[in-house]
């Protein structure tokens, strides 16, 4: 793909800019993998594409910097990395970068968000589990385009109180919107982006955080939700915005089980996604997976503008956030996904795996 035009639609850098690009390494019990080695392999393309685009235009791009990876998605980074073979302080980079690009193995969004917060010239994009096949699906879409659908569908979340789901297998779940905010992840990352500014790359979703029960009304978001997991359906019963059981008895449902009761920080409803980006395609891989349609994650919410952050998990290693997707080509679908206002209208806005042809969303 032409790496000039992305950098230019997407960050649009300018001379006196500082960038950076960060990849995490295997090490002791995190093995390494095919996929994981051709993001490398990436990483260092994007790097030699960046470096000759900023001696063109006349900003800074740092050697790569690495870091052992964390080991799980949205937890805290380590303090220190490399850079050229001598050690480096990873929170003095942010602090130093303008642009930095995180192509990782898990997830960096969570801190990477809390950096550009802390360090307001920082603009990151965050690029967990990005892959070569990626440069002719997702990140080759027009991204003016998934801008207008993005803007279009966070006016509705904006409307809304609630989201009531109609799954593929019947189940039925209710999302509460109370006190939040709808936001946009929709590729613009230019310099006069507003904070904190931070995209997935791909881009392509507007997105809310349900309403946790942090004030002195119970949250509302209720029901049963079906997850794909291991390759089976797991269902959860959720109540005031928590886990409360997972049901059944298979493998599948006992290590999901296991996973969320370890932690109360996991068992939080973190995030209604509406992926938006006519390009991506479903294939296994959540990053691109969650931008071609609807998704629903558990675990931190902090980040997102929740309240559920690392304080709340009562071990720093379990700080964990996950999206499940539900689109057209998933495991298990939305048949109707209906948002209600506070005078009790409702709103169609997806159904059987499309978004409804009124909104023009083009998925």
């Known amino acids: 793909m032409d790496l000039r035009k992305l ?31 051709a993001r490398r392999a990436m990483a260092e393309r994007w790097h030699t594409a960046l470096a000759e685009f900023g001696a063109e235009r006349g900003f800074a ?5 690495t870091f052992e990876a964390t080991g799980t998605n949205n937890g805290q980074l380590p303090a220190n990395g490399m850079q050229a073979g001598t050690p480096v302080i990873l929170e003095e980079i942010g602090a130093r970068a303008t642009l930095l690009l995180a192509m990782t193995e898990f997830s960096a969004t969570a801190p990477l968000i809390g950096w550009a917060k802390r360090f307001p010239e920082l603009r990151a994009a965050s690029m967990p589990k990005v892959a070569p096949q990626m440069e002719s699906t ?3 879409a027009d991204y003016a ?44 990352l ?56 997972v049901l059944g008895d298979s493998a599948a449902a006992g290590k999901l089980r296991d996973f969320l009761f370890a932690d109360p920080g996991r068992r939080n409803i973190a995030e209604l996604g509406l ?20 998704h629903i994650a558990l675990g931190r919410s902090e980040h997102l503008g929740g309240v559920t952050g690392p304080d709340a998990f009562g071990d720093p290693r379990h700080v964990w956030h996950e999206d499940f997707v539900f689109a057209r080509e998933s495991p298990i679908q939305i048949r109707k996904l209906e948002l209600v206002d506070a005078a009790g209208h409702r709103e169609l806005l997806f159904e059987n795996g499309s978004y409804v042809p009124e909104l023009e969303i083009g998925i």
């Open 61 to 65: 791009v740092l050697s790569l910097i």
């Open 190 to 245: 230019h310099r006069d982006a507003p904070p904190p500014r931070l995209i997935n790359l791909p881009s392509g979703e507007a997105f809310i955080v349900p309403y946790e029960g942090e004030r002195d009304s119970p949250s509302l978001t209720s029901g049963i939700l079906p997850l794909p997991y291991e390759k089976e359906i797991v269902r959860l019963r959720v109540n005031r915005n928590r886990v409360e059981e």
């Open 145 to 188: 385009q998934v801008a207008r659908s993005c803007e279009r569908l966070r006016e509705h979340l904006a409307k809304s109180q609630t989201a009531e789901i109609e799954f593929s297998n019947g189940d039925q779940f209710v999302l509460d919107f109370r006190f939040r905010v709808a936001e946009a992840d929709d590729g613009y």
């Open 7 to 37: 950098f230019i639609d997407v960050f649009d850098p300018q001379a006196g800019e500082t960038a950076a690009v960060f990849v995490d390494l295997p090490h002791g019990e995190l093995r390494d993998n095919d996929a994981w080695q």
């Open 275 to 294: 992926g938006c980006n006519p390009k991506a395609r479903v294939w296994g891989n959540v990053l691109e997976d969650e931008k071609a349609g609807p």
């Open 138 to 140: 997702a990140l080759a």
